[in-house]
T-cell receptor, first 110, second 113 residues
Framework: QKEVEQDPGPLSVPEGAIVSLNCTYS??????FMWYRQYSRKGPELLMY????GNKEDGRFTAQVDKSSKYISLFIRDSQPSDSATYLC??????????FGDGTTLTVKP | DAGITQSPRHKVTETGTPVTLRCHQT?????MYWYRQDPGHGLRLIHY???????DKGEVSDGYSVSRSKTEDFLLTLESATSSQTSVYFC????????????FGSGTRLTVV
């Protein structure tokens, strides 16, 4: 079983919808949680970073971490066609050496 | 991507040949990583470096070696390329021992025929 499991998708939503992307993990030592966005044939880019449990908001994006359930989520409000990409969750125990989920591909239709 | 460059961007090579991929950064970051990305497996860590001449193995290091003789350069060598090493290779950098996330390069698409 993988340490990090991500909802595989693909996910297709209409423009303006609220999107929920989710990952579960098995290693209770993880304490750094990240979300990356990857456009086709590009490198991943960091969207959100969270340390330990709680919520973090940045514009239309909200990251949630529930360490008791070993569950993290990324919410996208008022989704736009430009949000169409693959979203990767990642987490780590300490410096570097992040473990990634396989990614969820999102399409936002105009 | 600003501050991190991978070369080459694309390469086709024959089975059994050695291949070296280069990652160059201008950010003076201490940590550098090599990942491979494959369908169904996501991003998997090959090797990483926490300073000049300081490197360690990741999850899928067999068949790969790395070197870091300068802060700005991290080289990944496939000692004898195999078809299973056909993949997209990403280099990443991070500044701190606290994991605030990576900056990734644009990737190298490697095909072994």
């Amino acid at each position: 079983q993988k340490e990090v499991e991500q909802d595989p998708g693909p996910l297709s939503v209409p423009e303006g919808a609220i999107v929920s992307l989710n990952c579960t993990y098995s290693n209770s030592a993880f304490q750094y949680f990240m979300w990356y966005r990857q456009y086709s044939r590009k490198g991943p880019e960091l969207l959100m970073y969270t340390y330990s449990s709680g919520n973090k908001e940045d514009g239309r994006f909200t990251a949630q971490v529930d360490k008791s359930s070993k569950y993290i989520s990324l919410f996208i409000r008022d989704s736009q066609p430009s949000d169409s990409a693959t979203y990767l969750c990642a987490m780590s125990v300490e410096a570097g050496k992040s473990t990634f989920g396989d990614g969820t591909t999102l399409t936002v239709k105009p | 991507d600003a501050g991190i460059t991978q070369s080459p961007r694309h390469k086709v090579t024959e089975t059994g040949t050695p291949v070296t991929l280069r990652c160059h950064q201008t950010e003076n970051h201490r940590y550098m990583y090599w990942y491979r990305q494959d369908p169904g497996h996501g991003l998997r860590l090959i090797h990483y470096s926490y300073g000049v001449k300081d490197t360690d193995k990741g999850e899928v290091s067999d068949g790969y070696s790395v070197s870091r003789s300068k802060t700005e350069d991290f080289l990944l060598t496939l000692e004898s390329a195999t078809s299973s090493q056909t993949s997209v290779y990403f280099c990443a950098i991070s500044e701190s021992e606290l994991n605030y996330g990576y900056t990734f390069g644009s990737g190298t698409r490697l095909t072994v025929v």
